[in-house]
């Protein structure tokens, strides 16, 4: 479903990714372990279009080729990036904004009751009270509030391919439980693909994955399944690879 | 490009709000102003002797007054050009039933809302220079409200007329002010009885619907002793080549510990002045409130200001400008604290687009005699293009004791990564810069009654359909 080969990016004319090659078919899950710099965002970034990096290589989702369209072209085959950096967007409120990514997203029309119905049911599982309803997207909210409202905007996209980039951090461990539960039920219900982007392993306790890919300076290192991510946490990024040399 | 957008955009307005009904007048003179035709329209109005010399007198004082040089360029204005008066319906109508079909389209085709359909026996509409419809609603009646045109205040509430008539906005106060005392016609009275609380908004909806017509609407309110209540007016206006003028003078007393909301919404064409002069006079802890939104129009001057003329009164301005396509709009609010304790704040958000310029132009005064006045002035211009611009033109005049005045002014533009954060949850770009403008005038807009909160984010959605490219 996702195919990227051969990736170079740079931004300002620095260059950060080289000959990344990556596959993820459909209802698997990745995962893209790597010390700070390594050049997670940007790859992240990259998938979904933002117009600061300049991208060569490839990158193919369901045979559409990415690099030809904008990122709500891409947004609107079924991509979505949870950002590590969650922007706020005064005056926009909660409700209204997620009535029209729902309207985006979907065919198929719901009344007024029945998105409020959809939208309860999503918020439940996240713990998220009603009354954040009425607020602006992101304003004043905590980080843990930040990145469970990226999760809430997912759940109204149900996208295909879920990219979460650092999703984890900031989070106590009850409220990467909730998140993690979140993920789950779209890979089930959608059949959802999902690259996650972490420095912890702890998510990993909640998630199934299937193959977990180790970025360092810009380049891929080391290619495994979960076990690989255990090993490089309990080594650590450094010793692990003086290893792989 | 622009000339593309431009186009899309009239034709979209013209679609909307454009369209030009018949003119059908009962009486309407030639063009310009001179003795004879201020003569004339008193005539017509059959109004009393000391009104006649009112606005002869104006006239006299309108002639000598010098055009305002401090602000936009009005050298355009050609006083010889605009007919000063038009009547459309000769009789004010009872009922809605006796309001002509003509005019009921036009408020069809402006979509007054269904919901408001039920409160129409309640709506002051002017179309042209009379009110066309006046049946008022017997909750008013039986609370001893007076709601009805100027015209009808002067023949039947002659003394209460008289005590208020040009005593806060002379003729003297500046050149339009002296054009609109001169030749005024139409515009709504209102008296709130004390301790009267109105729960629903007074509302009119004013339209210029013919070429070359000036509108000089004149509003005078008056909210007694412990009253409160609301007052809203909505503007839209067909698009014409030629230019138009509109000077409304709207004059508002807020007495002992009386509370007052004015809103406007104005959508004038773009071929239109709009030069306003606004001003409430605020007694004893009362509150006095402006909310206004300017969009559309050639020109805008407008600062509605508020006079804290006794202990503990209250003003507030919020306002929204909106200029694209090389509109000016020139507003602000003007606070001037002339009691102690009094406070005020002013909050004022711009958007400029397409080689609009918005300006704050602003006056916070405290006078010698008032000591402990607070005011807070805040004002946020947004530019969305390198060929728009904004200015901040604030003035603070502060000489009471112990006055705490702060004044912030940001200017920002549209942040890409914002942009990006949004599109890539499958918005567009348009949707995207929909979003971020109204979320930008959003603290404004919520204080706008729910019909012209949807009607203004409508506004801002067709607006950047035809700005974005």
């Known amino acids: 479903m996702l195919k990227i080969k051969n990736l170079e990016v740079s931004l300002n004319k620095k260059n950060i990714l080289n000959k990344i090659d990556l ?14 710099g390594a050049g997670k965002s940007t790859l992240a970034q990259s998938i979904m279009g933002n117009p600061n990096y300049l991208v060569k290589g490839e990158i193919i989702f369901d045979s559409y080729d990415l690099l030809k369209l904008d990122p709500q072209q891409r947004a609107g085959l079924g991509i979505f990036l949870s950002f590590q950096q969650v922007l706020e967007i005064p005056g926009v409120k909660i409700y209204d904004y997620l009535r029209l990514l729902y309207k985006k997203s979907h065919e198929q029309r719901l009344t007024p009751l029945k998105f409020k119905a959809f939208l309860k049911e999503k918020m439940d599982l996240l713990n998220f009270d009603a009354e954040f309803l009425t607020r602006y997207l992101n304003c004043g909210f905590s980080g843990g509030e930040k990145k469970k409202m990226e999760i809430l905007q997912m759940l109204v996209l149900e996208p295909k391919l879920i990219i979460l980039d650092e999703i984890d951090s900031g989070l106590d461990i009850d409220a990467i439980e909730t998140v993690a539960k979140a993920i789950n039920f779209l890979k089930k219900e959608k059949q959802s693909s999902i690259l996650l982007i972490t420095h912890y392993s702890r998510i990993l306790n909640f998630i199934d994955i299937n193959q977990v890919h180790l970025l360092d300076k810009g380049k891929i290192m080391a290619n495994g399944n979960a076990s690989l991510a255990k090993q490089i946490e309990s080594q650590g990024f450094a010793a692990f690879l003086k290893e792989q040399i | 490009m622009k000339q593309v957008s431009l186009k899309k955009l009239n034709d979209a307005y013209q679609d909307r709000f454009g369209f030009v009904m018949p003119e059908k007048s009962v009486v309407s003179f030639d063009f310009g102003l001179s003795p004879e035709v201020i003569e004339n329209i008193s005539k017509s109005k059959q109004e009393p002797t000391w009104m006649r010399d009112f606005r002869l007198q104006s006239l006299q004082i309108f002639y000598q007054k010098k055009m305002p040089t401090w602000g ?16 459309d319906t000769d ?17 069809d085709r402006l979509g007054v809302p269904q919901a408001e359909k039920e409160f129409l026996a309640g709506v002051k509409a002017q179309y042209n220079s009379e009110v066309a419809y006046s049946s008022l609603q017997a909750v008013l009646d039986e609370q001893g409200v007076i709601f009805c045109s100027m015209e009808e205040a002067l023949r039947k509430h002659k003394k209460l007329f008289k005590e208020y008539f040009a005593t806060l906005i002379p003729a003297t106060d500046n050149k ?83 509370r007052f909301r004015y809103s406007t919404i104005q959508n004038w064409s773009g071929n239109i002045y709009n030069l306003v002069t606004k001003r409430a006079k605020v007694f004893g802890n009362g509150v006095m409130e402006w909310v206004d939104g300017n969009l559309g129009a050639k020109t805008t001057m407008k600062y509605p200001s508020c006079y804290l003329v006794e202990e503990g009164a209250y003003g507030e301005m919020l306002s929204i400008a909106y200029a694209k396509d090389q509109q000016i709009q020139d507003t602000g609010a003007k606070m001037l604290h002339l009691a102690s304790n009094t406070s005020s704040k002013i909050i004022a958000k711009s958007v400029s687009v397409t080689g609009g310029q918005s300006n704050y132009r602003g006056l916070v005064y405290v006078d010698k005699a008032a000591s402990n006045c607070k005011s807070k002035v805040e004002c946020d211009a947004l530019i969305l293009d390198a060929q728009s611009s904004t200015n901040t033109f604030p003035d603070m005049k502060i000489f009471g004791d112990e006055a705490s005045v702060t004044h912030e002014a940001s200017v920002s533009e549209i942040e890409e990564e914002k942009l990006f954060y949004l599109m890539s949850r499958g918005l567009n770009k348009t949707e995207a810069m929909t979003l971020l403008v109204a979320g930008f005038i959003e603290p404004i807009v919520k204080e706008l009654p729910l019909e012209y909160a949807v009607e203004l984010n409508r506004l801002i959605e067709l607006e950047m359909e035809g700005s974005v490219g």
Request: positive net charge; glycine residues 4%.
């Open chain 2, 91 to 107: 009789v004010e109508k009872k009922t809605w039933d006796d309001v002509p079909k003509e005019i009921k389209d036009t408020f």
């Open chain 2, 176 to 258: 339009f002010a002296a054009l609109n005392s001169a030749a005024w016609s139409g515009g709504s009275f209102v008296y709130i009885p004390k301790n009267t609380q109105v729960k629903r908004p007074l509302q009119s909806y004013f339209r210029i619907n013919a070429a070359r017509m000036g509108q000089f609407e004149r509003t005078l309110i008056i909210a007694d002793e412990g009253s409160s209540a609301q007052y809203v007016e909505g503007c839209t206006a067909p698009v014409y080549s030629e230019y138009s003028l509109h000077a409304a003078v709207v004059e508002v007393f807020v007495k002992k510990n009386a």
């Open chain 1, 23 to 36: 596959s993820i078919k459909k209802n698997e899950t990745h995962v893209l372990i790597g010390q700070n």
């Open chain 2, 72 to 87: 936009p360029s009005l050298a355009e204005i050609d006083f010889a050009k605009i007919r000063y008066f038009i009547k």
